[in-house]
Structures are given as C-alpha cells and as structure tokens.
C-alpha cells in the first residue's frame, strides 16, 4: 500500500514537472492521438449500441410470434362445446378440453390451498422473528444459521426441475395410495410456490417501516397480533403479488403432473384419482399424429396462456398501483 | 383548546388497565403459538428438502443397486427387454449438457445486451416498457414455447439456419454434416436460449444497475463512450452477479423438461449422444417424461428415477454457486430498519 | 461524571432527593408527588454504551425534558423507560426504571401493563396506514382484547378531544388516517396513545418533524395534557424545553451532565458543558 503510493506520487510529480515545462506540447500530442482513435471509438459504440437493439428485438419476436400463433390458432377451435366438453375418441376431432380446465382449476386451487399459507407464514417468520442483523449471543447466532439456512433452501428449492419434483410426488403419495391423484400433483405444485411466496412474503414485510411496529409495541400490542393486524396488513398487496405470481408459474407446469396426477379424458370425480389439466392435455394433444389434435393443442393453449396472463396483468396492476417492485423473472 | 371537556374518567381507566390485568399468561401463549407455528412452516422447508432427498434416493435406489452408480453415470444402454436390461445415463447427461450449453452461448450475450440496452442505453420511458415484454416472455409456460417450437419455429429455423449451415459447412466440418431435420440438439438449444432469456437478462439489468452511478461517473468523465463506460466501470464491477445470472439461466435450461421433450427428436440409447449439431437426442428431464408412464418394470421405473437423480444433483451445484453468486451482488433490499 | 461532582448538579431532582436507592426499591415506597424514579440505568446498542448510569426522579403531572446535542442517548433513555429499547435489535439495557414504586424491569412486571400505563409518541407522525381514524385511535384497545363497542367509542371520542383533535375531525372518523396533515397525523399519534389511559406520556422530539405552526399546536396540547398525566419530552429544540418544561436534564455522551428546574438550568447552569451548550457554543 505505501509503497504504491509512494509510487504514485513520485510519478505523479514527475509528470507535473514535465507538463509545467512542456504543458502545451503534451496537451498537442494527447489532442492528436484522441481524435485519431476518437472516430474509431464512436464507430465502436454505434455498432455496440445497434447490436445491442437487435438483441432486443431479436428477444421480442418469439414472444410476438408465439401470441400471435397461439391466437390465430386457438380462436379457430374456441367454442363452447370446446371449453365444456370432454376429449371425443382420439383423432375424431369431437369434444373438448372440459375436464382439463376444471383439473387445473381444482389442482391448482388445492395446491394454492397449501402453499399460500405456509409461504406466507414461513415469510413472516424470516422477516419479523429472524431479521438477518449482526447477531452477537449464542441464541441469535443460532437463529440467524436457521433462518439462512431456510433462506438457501428455499433457493434450491426454487431451482429444482420440476420434474423432480414430480418424481417427489410420485413416490411419496402416489406410490403410497397406490393410485395417481390429485393430492399428489397438489403436492407437488405446492413445493413449487411455497419458496416463491416465502421469499416474496420476506421482502414485502421488511418494506414495512419499522416505525410501525414500533408504535404497536408502545400501545402493549402482543407481537403476533402485530405482525398480523399491523404489519401483515400494511404488506397485504405485496403478499398478495407473491400468491398470484405463484399461481401464475404452477398454472402452466407439466412435467410435475404427469407423475403425479396422470391426465385423463374424464371429468373430476374424487381427489384420491387422476384428473386432467390443461398444460398435460396441450402436450398429450400435440404429441398425437392427427391435425385436429394439434389444432385442439392450440386452443387449450390459448385458454392456458389467457389465464396465466389475466394472472400476471392483475398482478401487474396490483404491484403498479402500490408501488410494489416483484422481481417475477427471477422467481 | 377544549380542555373544558377533559375530565379524567377514573371509571375508564380501571376499565381499560382490568382488561390487561391478568390477561398477560394468555397472550403469552398466543405469542408462543404464533411463535412456534412461524418456525414451523418455515422449517417445512427443511422437511421438503428431506424429503426430496429421501425419496429420489428411495425411488432410484434399484437401478443404483443394479447397475452402481458409476456404470449408471457412465453406461451407454437403454434396454428395457426382460432379462437384458441394462440403462445408462451418459447419453442424455451429455445431451442436456449440450442443450442447456447451446442455450448459455446464445442466451447469455443477448440478455447481457439487452440488460446493457436496459439500463444504460434506454431512457426509462422505454426502458420499463421493454422490460414488461421480456416479463411476459417469462410469464408464458414452457409446454407453449414447446408447442411453438415443434409446429412453427422448427421449419423456420431448418429453412433459414440449420440448412444454410450445413449446405456451407457440413462437407469441411464433421460437426455440421448431417441433414437437418429441424427437430434436435441445435433447435432445443436455441428455444432453450428463448427461453432463458427473459431470467437472464433481468438479473443482469438489475446488476448493472446496482452499479453505483460513481462508477459511471468517472468514466464518463474522462471521455469514454457508452460502452467504454460499460466496458471499464460496469461489466468488471458487476462481474460475479453477472456470471451468476448466467449460472442461473443454464439451471434453468437444464432442468427444462416439457419444450425439450417436444423438439429435441427423442433419440434413445448410444443414438442420443449426439455427434453433430443437428443430432436427435434426448436430456434426463426429457427421457424421464417421455418414458415415466410406459415404464413397463419397476426397474425401468426405478432407472427413470435415477435419471432425476443425477439431475438433482447437477442442478443442486449448479443453482448454489449462482446464487451465492448473485447474492453477492444484489441484496435483500433491507427496508426501513434503523 | 464520577459521583463526587454529582453533588454539583442537584441530584435526583426534582427536590434534592432524599429517595435512598434502597428504599426507592421496596414497592411499598411512593414518594409523594414522585411519579417515576430512574435509579443507574446503562444501555447498550451492541457494544455501544450509549447511557452511562443515569439517575434521576419525575415528578407527577410536570413536564420534563431531556435535552443535549444529537447522540448524547436522551432518545435512548427515553427508550429505556418504556423498555421499548430492548426491542430495537442488538439493544441491551438494565438499572431500574421505578413507577410508582414498583420497578418495571422486575421479572413479574408485566410489558403489556407498563406500556398502558407509559404511552409513547414518536419523532415521526406515525398513524397505522391501513386504519381509519377512529381505528387508529382504538387499535391499541382492540389489539389488547377490548372487545366492549360502547366503552371503546366513548374512549376514542374523549382520547381524540383530548388530543385537541375531535373538532377537526369529527365528522371523517372512518377516513385514512394517513389523509391527514402532518400535524394532525401527530395529534392522531398522541390521541392513539391517550387511549390507553396512560400515566405517563413519553414524547420522542414530537414536533422535530413539523412545521411551527403545528409545532405550537402540539406544545400548547402539551401543556394542558400534563394536568392529569406526566410527560417526559426529548427535544433538539432548546427554545422548546424552555417553553413547555418544568425541568430539563441535560446529556452528554450518554451522561446525564446536569438536572433541575427548568429556569434554573437555562439562567445559571453549574455546569461549564451546561452552560456551553445552552449559550450555542456546541452542539
């Protein structure tokens, strides 16, 4: 460290000595040089800059292309027959996706059922009983290993395949019950939202100003009425982003559910059987050899890709009015 | 001042203060409750990775018993006939990898341009609106970029990138000489690459924008253009959350199931290892939904789990160093704690 | 300050206290007109010592004010009475804090009861953003398990005429609290407060967040408050203690350099930093 600044400075004085005598002449040559390079320079940045554009037009067209098939295609097939009936014999070209919406309705609603909750409470638990502060004692020392140690998990949870996660719900209830069944790929979806409505649950809490639960403490208010009544309360919308985000990526999960609640051409009958969901329905269609099952495929894609995005506008419009930030690509 | 109208009423305040006298031993027991069930839902975390452990461990303990785990991870065979059975992972650990390697060469420099575009080109009336298009890319499911992919994009880029390719390199380059067909390695890694991009490019965005101004600042201070300035204070100072993002992005094509299963031309056996760019082939996540409900043994059934196995463990390593590089970067925004 | 100059300033004020620490300590002791005596209380922020063994008594229905340059642990001490400064993360304090003879740092004493009986406004108007007015008024009751309508309406009115709010207010009850203005917000603070019943009213530099014509508002309420409750105020703002207190004690580095009348303190301070300080030499 010394000596480099002994160095610097010692260059430094060099340098004043040379430029008090030759000042103009350095100033000349340094002039000449930049406007050489500098046309160079600018060209470099045009080209960056251009290249740069096209990369964000080459990453809009799939989207452009991908809603503008799915519609084109899709709205060809929209009937109400379509969106109530079930799937006719294979390759007839009859029926329709029924079943499916209403297994993607009942799945994912009962995985919503388990996830949210426990997200939510496993948030509040690392924002408010957990804050990651320097921690001195033993016992804080011990929780802050917990509450990071939760916090990691999470993340390795948010970055499993789902497909392993499948393969989780297969052999723990699957294999269990011995049937395929909608609790299973309930399950499994549920894995799926707890890390993202925890994580999003944490960030929203700790946006709450401390000023409040303060003001609670003063007035004897117990900490968990607190944290529900006041604090909770204040980050309702924040949460509530988090819930929709997670049920926005579960609702167009496939490979979890083909472990796990198999697919059918029937309507839903109990919770410990198959049942059918559209994402499956859209792969086992477009897999198949016959036009019209593809044309289907793109019509339960239309319905899938509507629901997801009323999902993430009224998210949209839900963190927008509140000043929300919800990281939902990083999720 | 109404003052005239204060008068201490003796009868509220005992009123107020019996309410708390004696209540304290029941709100204790609501806080510990409360306590304890916030503790316990946030340890459900550690559970459910237990038991993801557990049961890919359980499921795929027979294929280990019956091939080892080295032979399994190294084995090239996908044999399902009674009495000659034999599987092996190498093939499709290989295709993913490839698949997933194809995605981070073309998706990483475009998300990290576009994150430049993002944050230090666009003016923010362009720039959030930009950034709300490439969310909704991220919003859509990967069964419809799948479904895109195998019934309009494959043609395009048979027609336009993969024939073109082969016509010029394929009789000088072995890697290019196989006619392509539009449904394989090559095409799952660039819907891979689609499919990534919106992930990385937003992480980034946020890493270069975490970037203090300062950094700029003295950049441009002495003259240098836009991308000097990115080139010298924002890129070298955002440089671990950057690689994060993109350690990020291959886990996430790593673990891609559905659109792979859809496009990647499902080779089996030795035939999925793929030997030129436009090889049929097949990744662990692809195999495993494409067999999982024809598995016609448990064996079979157990070798699939096997295949979740090893991918478990890729994307485990793969998602931890990310993280922990990313997190390096981008903080927790820490609110309004004093 | 070592003990021997304590002698200097009047210890213990507000009379030169004769309140032994042993007998401050039996419950049964009240001293008459004494309505809170701080006995030796340190705390901490981590390894931070931030009030050095601090003494000192508050006299019933008076105004006291804790003043001294930003840092010297007046919003500390404050904090310590309320015992609301074990709540901030890594806050440790201990000594005794003694309230009508009974000290609420006692294991028995029970944090909900204390918080009753010792109400706290902040430096920031800080109303629950989610509640009307009237709720922001009966949250502290409804929260605490008050379930009686009738009793909780007549508090809220008369904590609200008390905080010299009602008329303005009167006919919004069931709008945002946080609609209000600054002034009112804090006004709406204090009426929260008043609600519980309090004894005691500890005010965190109130008015460091308003304009002065709001400000006089809140000094003026000040002064009719103290009629049924005790208020121990923190201001940067020595015009202010000046104006709306009986006695001052005046802090420095987590001292307590100086204690007594308010008059007295202002017109012939026995301490050099007193004295310094007040004439704006620091600070």
Redesign the interface.
């Known amino acids: 460290m010394n000596n480099d600044n002994e160095h610097k400075e010692g260059q430094e004085k060099i340098s004043k000595e040379k430029s008090l005598n030759t000042s103009i002449n350095y100033r000349q040559v340094f002039d000449d040089i930049?406007s050489k390079y500098t046309s160079r320079?600018?060209i470099?940045?045009k080209v960056?800059?251009i290249?740069?554009?096209v990369?964000?037009i080459?990453?809009?067209i799939?989207?452009g292309?991908?809603l503008l098939?799915?519609i084109k295609n899709g709205i060809a097939v929209i009937s109400i027959q379509f969106l109530t009936q079930p799937p006719g014999s294979i390759g007839s070209g009859s029926g329709g996706i029924g079943p499916a919406i209403q297994g993607t309705l009942i799945t994912v609603g009962l995985a919503s059922l388990i996830g949210a909750?426990?997200g939510i409470?496993?948030g509040?638990?690392?924002s408010?009983?957990?804050?990651?502060?320097s921690a001195k004692g033993g016992r804080e020392r011990a929780i802050s290993f917990?509450?990071n140690?939760?916090r990691?998990?999470?993340?390795?949870?948010?970055?499993?395949?789902?497909?392993?996660?499948g393969?989780?719900g297969?052999?723990?209830i699957v294999l269990a019950i011995n049937s395929f069944s909608v609790w299973a790929g309930a399950f499994a979806l549920s894995?799926i939202m707890?890390?993202i409505i925890?994580r999003v649950t944490?960030?929203t809490l700790?946006?709450?100003?401390?000023?409040l639960r303060e003001a609670g403490y003063s007035l004897?208010i117990?900490?968990?009425?607190i944290?529900?009544f006041i604090v909770l309360k204040n980050a309702k919308d924040g949460v509530l982003t988090g819930v929709i985000l997670a049920i926005?990526r579960i609702?167009?999960?496939?490979?979890p559910l083909?472990?796990t609640i198999?697919g059918t051409s029937l309507f839903f009958t109990s919770l410990t059987g198959p049942v059918d969901a559209l994402?499956l329905r859209?792969?086992r269609l477009?897999?198949q050899p016959y036009e019209s099952a593809?044309a289907f495929?793109?019509g339960a894609?239309l319905v899938?890709?509507l629901m997801?995005?009323i999902l993430?506008a009224s998210l949209?419009i839900i963190a927008r009015g509140r000043g929300i930030k919800v990281?939902?690509?990083?999720i | 001042?109404?003052?005239g109208?204060?008068h201490?009423?003796t009868d509220?305040?005992e009123?107020?203060?019996s309410?708390?006298?004696g209540?304290?031993k029941r709100?204790k027991i609501?806080?510990k409750?409360?306590?304890g069930?916030?503790?316990g839902?946030?340890?459900?975390?550690?559970l459910?990775?237990v038991?993801?452990v557990v049961?890919?461990g359980?499921?795929s303990a027979k294929i280990f018993s019956y091939e080892g785990f080295i032979g399994f991870v190294t084995g090239t065979n996908w044999n399902a006939v009674e009495g000659r059975e034999s599987y092996g992972a190498l093939p499709y650990i290989i295709g993913t990898l490839m698949s997933s390697g194809i995605a981070l060469l073309i998706g990483v420099?475009?998300s990290i341009?576009?994150a430049?575009?993002?944050s230090e080109?666009a003016p923010s009336r362009l720039s959030s609106p930009?950034s709300?298009?490439?969310?909704?890319?991220?919003?859509?499911?990967?069964?419809?970029?799948?479904?895109?992919a195998?019934?309009?994009?494959r043609f395009l880029i048979k027609d336009w990138i993969e024939t073109p390719l082969y016509n010029t390199l394929g009789p000088y380059i072995p890697f290019f000489n196989q006619a392509p067909f539009g449904l394989d390695v090559f095409t799952a890694g660039i819907v891979l690459a689609?499919m990534i991009?919106?992930?990385v490019?937003?992480?980034s965005r946020?890493v270069m924008r975490a970037v203090p101004n300062t950094q700029r600042e003295a950049a441009y201070s002495l003259?240098a253009?836009?991308?000097?300035t990115a080139r010298i204070a924002v890129f070298p100072y955002g440089k671990s959350g950057l690689l994060g993002a993109s350690i990020?992005g291959f886990?996430r094509a790593?673990?891609?199931?559905?659109l792979v299963?859809?496009i990647i031309g499902n080779a089996i056996g030795p035939a999925a290892i793929p030997t030129t760019l436009f090889s049929q082939s097949q990744t662990l996540?692809s195999l495993?939904?494409n067999e999982?409900?024809e598995a016609s043994s448990d064996l079979q059934l157990s070798a699939l789990?096997g295949l979740?196995a090893v991918?478990?463990l890729l994307?485990?390593i793969?998602?931890?160093v990310?993280?922990l590089m990313v997190s390096k970067m981008v903080k927790?925004?820490?609110?309004?704690?004093? | 300050m070592s003990s021997s100059s304590n002698e200097e300033i009047r210890r213990y004020a507000p009379e030169r206290s004769n309140v032994d620490d042993k007998e401050v300590l039996a419950p049964a002791t009240k001293q008459a007109n004494i309505k809170l005596s701080i006995r030796k209380v340190n705390a901490w922020f981590g390894k931070k010592h931030a009030v050095k063994d601090v003494s000192l008594d508050v006299k019933e229905n008076s105004v006291t004010a804790f003043i001294g340059p930003s840092g010297c642990g007046k919003t500390t001490l404050l904090r310590c009475i309320n015992r609301m400064h074990e709540m901030?993360?890594g806050g440790k304090s201990d000594g005794k804090v003694v309230l009508d003879g009974l000290n609420i740092y006692d294991k028995s004493s029970?944090p909900?009861?204390i918080k009753?009986?010792i109400g706290m406004v902040f430096q920031k108007p800080n109303p629950f953003p989610t509640m009307s007015i009237y709720d922001n008024v009966a949250a502290g009751?409804k929260l605490?398990?008050?379930r009686?309508k009738k009793?909780i309406h007549?508090?809220v009115e008369?904590s609200l005429?008390?905080a010299?709010l009602?008329?303005e207010v009167k006919n919004e009850l069931h709008m945002p609290g946080m609609g209000l203005s600054g002034g009112q917000q804090q006004r709406l603070c204090i009426a929260r407060a008043l609600a519980?019943?309090p004894e005691i009213l500890l005010m965190d530099e109130p008015t460091s967040a308003l304009d002065p014509i709001a400000s006089s508002k809140i000094e003026?309420?000040v002064q009719?408050l103290k009629?049924?409750l005790t208020i121990i105020i923190v201001t940067h703002n020595m015009q202010q203690a000046a104006r709306v207190s009986e006695y001052t004690a005046f802090m420095y580095i987590g001292e307590l350099i100086e204690y007594d009348q308010t008059k007295d303190l202002f017109k012939n301070p026995h301490k050099e930093l007193t004295e310094k300080y007040i004439s704006g030499r620091f600070g």
């Open positions: 930049s320079r600018r470099t940045n960056v800059s290249v740069a554009i990369f964000v080459g990453a809009i799939p989207l292309s991908i098939e799915v909750p426990i409470l496993s509040i638990y690392l408010e009983y957990a804050p990651a502060g917990f509450a140690t939760i990691l998990f999470n993340d390795v949870l948010t970055g499993l395949p789902s497909i392993v996660i393969i989780v297969y052999v723990t894995i707890i890390p925890s944490e960030e700790k946006l709450v100003p401390n000023s004897g117990s900490k968990s009425k944290t529900l926005s609702a167009g999960e496939t490979a083909i472990m198999l994402p859209i792969w477009a897999s593809h495929g793109w894609a899938l890709i997801i995005l993430s949209r990281r939902t690509e990083t | 001042m109404t003052s109208s204060v201490i009423n509220i305040k009123k107020v203060s309410f708390l006298v209540d304290r709100r609501g806080d409750l409360f306590h069930l916030v503790i839902t946030a340890a459900y975390t550690l459910i990775i038991i993801v049961s890919v359980l499921g420099p475009m341009g576009i430049f575009f993002l080109m930009l709300f298009v490439i969310e909704l890319l991220a919003a859509v499911p990967s069964i419809i970029y799948g479904l895109w195998l019934f309009v994009f689609i991009i919106p992930i490019s937003s992480i946020d003259g253009t836009r991308w000097e990020l886990g790593v673990g891609e199931t559905m299963t859809l996540s495993i939904a999982f409900n789990i979740g991918l478990l994307t485990m793969i998602n931890v990310a993280r927790v925004s820490p609110g309004d704690r004093e | 901030t993360p029970d909900a009861i009753r009986r009751l605490n398990g008050v009686d009793l007549d508090i008369q005429v008390e010299a009602w008329e519980m019943q003026e309420l009719h009629e049924h």
